[in-house]
């Protein structure tokens, strides 16, 4: 074996250690370093601002951290519960609807078999009898199946609660703690040479995430707008506070706006209104289109990743570490991109396929 060969064998097997050591860290440390990772980013945020009001008004740095983060949970807090109360409100209605919905709905039913019958010249009333028996097949199973399985993990719901509550508080207590040593911790850090470039990869993943979210929510905000104007101007009830819920709820992969506009259509067809349900199927196209055109010029072309590596890395996370996956498979891709590319810069290889060592971060 040549030594360019083997050359190329270490850095895939470097590589893959790379991704298997970030996949433990994500699956396993993450739950126990995260309320401390989020506390030191927010402190090595804000540390500038924290020292010039400290200086001139003589507050002290935890004290000032503690409050700016409280005052965000607490707002964070409070959009949250306006959300989950405008959704159980619309949940409400719809429930109390559901038998004007079934008659709707079999009448559209209804219509249709007849439209069939006369057109190919099939049974309608068997068609139709076909349809509602599985439509209260699924119903019986929905009833007897999902909702005990919500009720019988309601218990989970509030450990939940209370892990959230408790990462917040733990993460409070830290950003008050990092605030006040930052300083004696940093020179810490640039007197030891592995942890300077620890802090380095950990500066380039904050940046790919500043830049992700800050696209992500460039696209919500656009997509937000671009709904509640189509539904208001299309004559839809309350048409722009179920644009803007439409709009946020495109930030969930793979279901996105179609999760609220494509239910939507279909009651504007049992209603009647097929103008309406065709607004709907049209406004989900052009939301879809909207975010395909621009996740590659906010995204791909300043981070350096093609938008469809990070879907795949959603979709992985997904899979790997279940709902927060959504943000640790793109938070794990952009990780083992960085450490990747910086263990590629620290060694290079020469004309003879010999790897010399560079200096510097």
Same mark, same amino acid.
């Given at each position: 074996?040549?030594?360019?060969?083997?050359?190329?064998?270490?850095?895939?097997?470097?590589?893959?250690?790379?991704?298997?050591?970030?996949? #433990?860290?994500? &699956?396993?440390?993450?739950?126990?370093?995260?309320?401390?990772?989020?506390?030191? +980013?927010? !402190?090595?945020?804000?540390?500038?601002?924290?020292?010039?009001?400290?200086?001139? *008004?003589?507050?002290?740095?935890?004290?000032? +951290?503690?409050? /700016?983060?409280?005052?965000?949970? $607490?707002?964070?807090?409070?959009?949250?519960?306006?959300?989950?109360?405008?959704?159980?409100?619309?949940?409400?209605?719809?429930?109390?609807?559901?038998?004007?919905?079934?008659?709707?709905?079999?009448?559209?039913? %209804?219509?249709?078999?007849?439209?069939?019958?006369?057109?190919?010249?099939?049974? %309608?009333?068997? @068609?139709?009898?076909?349809?509602?028996?599985?439509?209260?097949?699924?119903?019986?199973?929905?009833?007897?199946?999902?909702?005990?399985? /919500?009720?019988?993990?309601?218990?989970?719901?509030?450990?939940?609660?209370?892990?959230?509550?408790?990462?917040?508080?733990?993460?409070?207590?830290?950003?008050?703690?990092? +605030?006040?040593? *930052?300083?004696? #911790?940093?020179?810490?850090?640039?007197?030891?040479?592995?942890?300077? *470039?620890?802090?380095?990869? =950990?500066? &380039?993943?904050?940046?790919? @995430?500043?830049?992700?979210?800050?696209?992500?929510?460039?696209?919500?905000?656009?997509?937000?707008?671009?709904?509640?104007?189509?539904?208001?101007?299309?004559?839809?009830?309350?048409?722009? !506070?179920?644009?803007?819920?439409?709009?946020?709820?495109?930030?969930?992969?793979? /279901?996105?706006?179609?999760?609220?506009?494509?239910?939507?259509?279909?009651?504007?067809?049992?209603?009647?209104?097929?103008?309406?349900? $065709?607004?709907?199927? #049209?406004?989900?196209? $052009?939301?879809?289109?909207?975010?395909?055109?621009?996740?590659?010029?906010?995204?791909?072309? &300043?981070?350096? @990743?093609?938008? !469809?590596?990070?879907?795949?890395?959603?979709?992985?996370?997904?899979?790997?570490? %279940? !709902?927060?996956?959504?943000?640790?498979?793109?938070?794990?891709?952009?990780?083992?991109?960085?450490?990747?590319?910086?263990?590629?810069? &620290?060694? =290079?290889?020469? =004309?003879?396929?010999?790897?010399?060592?560079?200096?510097? /971060?």
């Amino acid at each position: 074996m040549d030594e360019k060969t083997a050359a190329k064998l270490k850095e895939y097997a470097g590589l893959a250690a790379i991704v298997t050591g970030v996949y #433990i860290g994500f &699956r396993f440390l993450s739950p126990l370093a995260s309320p401390f990772l989020f506390a030191f +980013a927010f !402190v090595a945020l804000l540390h500038p601002t924290l020292e010039k009001v400290q200086n001139k *008004y003589h507050v002290k740095k935890g004290v000032l +951290a503690a409050s /700016i983060l409280l005052l965000f949970c $607490v707002t964070a807090g409070m959009g949250i519960w306006c959300l989950a109360v405008f959704i159980f409100q619309k949940l409400g209605d719809l429930f109390g609807q559901i038998d004007l919905f079934e008659e709707k709905f079999c009448i559209f039913v %209804g219509s249709c078999c007849d439209g069939i019958e006369k057109k190919f010249g099939m049974d %309608g009333a068997k @068609i139709e009898n076909f349809i509602m028996e599985r439509v209260d097949v699924f119903i019986e199973n929905f009833q007897v199946q999902v909702v005990p399985k /919500i009720m019988n993990e309601s218990m989970g719901y509030v450990k939940n609660i209370v892990g959230l509550v408790s990462f917040l508080a733990i993460m409070i207590i830290a950003a008050v703690l990092l +605030a006040k040593d *930052y300083n004696e #911790i940093m020179e810490k850090v640039r007197e030891k040479k592995e942890l300077r *470039y620890m802090v380095g990869i =950990g500066k &380039r993943i904050c940046r790919h @995430i500043g830049t992700f979210l800050k696209a992500q929510l460039i696209i919500l905000w656009i997509i937000s707008l671009l709904c509640a104007s189509a539904l208001f101007l299309g004559g839809f009830e309350d048409g722009i !506070v179920i644009g803007l819920f439409t709009g946020f709820m495109d930030m969930l992969p793979f /279901i996105g706006t179609g999760l609220v506009l494509m239910p939507l259509a279909f009651w504007q067809i049992l209603n009647g209104y097929y103008a309406k349900a $065709v607004i709907c199927v #049209i406004l989900y196209v $052009v939301c879809a289109l909207t975010r395909e055109f621009l996740e590659p010029k906010l995204i791909g072309e &300043r981070m350096g @990743i093609f938008p !469809v590596v990070i879907l795949f890395s959603v979709y992985a996370g997904v899979k790997l570490f %279940g !709902v927060f996956g959504i943000v640790k498979g793109p938070l794990a891709l952009i990780t083992v991109y960085e450490i990747y590319r910086f263990m590629k810069d &620290r060694t =290079g290889v020469d =004309g003879n396929g010999k790897r010399e060592e560079k200096r510097g /971060i």
